[in-house]
């Protein structure tokens, strides 16, 4: 398991996405699962970035991620406000225009493209949240 | 990423060619806004060079896609979507709020 530490900021996006990406091309998944785990992770960081960190200005992402026996594990660790992605409700994909709720995609997304994703809040106020995929 | 606009006789097309995450869709948002703000409501997104696309470029085109079919003004529709990215728009329910065309050429006959 590989880890990096990214300043929890929008710009630092590229690298977060080539970290994973290129983990999961090593360990040998395909073009398409790597495409999907890059957009998770995106996903999965730009929503402490925006929400965790919302209140802070010099907040720290920690990156793990790592495969063994055919399962890519991605660990992301803030220690900013927690939040709960099974919490949010998960939007309305079949209503029409006006009705399209802005919110909830990302962490859909996640959930659609990883098999798994676990939150969990540990007592010295940190959030991790992890997220598996096994190869095809 | 990279946006041009090219401006036809009953349409705007607007190129993105790269990545459009959450640090560069505010770009995308506000070349769409921009068109808006003079007065162009038919839109071709022309994704052909683009690489990746996450859901805030996704929230940026349902916007645009709003304010233009308002009034039935007009409306954003997509062209040349890579694989990659219609799939991720198809998982998110994305397909049914836009048109979209294999060709860009295609995309602006359609205005």
Redesign the interface.
């Known amino acids: 398991m590989k880890t990096v530490q990214f300043a929890a900021k ?2 630092y ?2 690298e977060i ?1 080539e970290f994973v990406g290129t983990i999961a091309r090593d360990g040998g998944f395909g ?2 699962d790597v ?2 785990i ?2 998770a992770t ?2 999965a960081a ?1 929503n402490i ?2 929400h965790a960190y919302e209140k802070i200005a010099d907040g720290v992402l920690e990156l793990s991620c790592g495969v063994k026996n055919d399962l890519i594990t991605i660990i992301l660790i803030d220690h900013g406000g927690s939040f709960d992605p099974s919490e949010i409700p998960l ?1 309305d ?2 209503a029409d ?2 009705d ?1 709720k ?1 919110g909830g ?2 962490i ?2 996640m959930r ?2 990883m098999d798994e994703v676990h939150y969990e809040v540990k007592p010295n106020n940190s959030n991790v949240l992890t997220m598996t995929k096994r190869k095809r | 990423m990279d946006i041009t606009v090219q401006e036809f006789k009953h349409c705007d097309m607007i190129t993105v060619k790269g ?1 459009v ?3 560069t869709a505010p770009q995308l948002a506000q070349a769409l806004e921009s068109a808006n703000d003079g007065g162009k409501y038919k839109l071709v997104v022309n994704m052909s060079d683009l690489e ?1 696309m ?3 470029g ?2 940026a085109l ?2 645009a ?2 304010n233009c ?1 308002r009034y039935n003004r007009g409306e954003v529709v997509l062209a040349s979507v890579p694989e ?1 990215i219609r ?2 728009l198809e ?3 994305f397909t049914e ?1 836009f048109k979209t065309f294999d060709d860009p050429l295609q995309a602006v006959g359609h205005f």
């Open positions: 929008f710009e996006l590229d996405r073009d398409k495409y999907n890059q957009l995106d996903e730009s970035i925006e939007p994909l079949k225009l006006s399209r802005i995609l990302g859909f997304l659609k493209l | 990545r995450d959450s640090a990746y996450s859901s805030a996704f929230r349902l916007a896609q709003r079919k990659r799939e991720a998982l998110a329910g709020l």
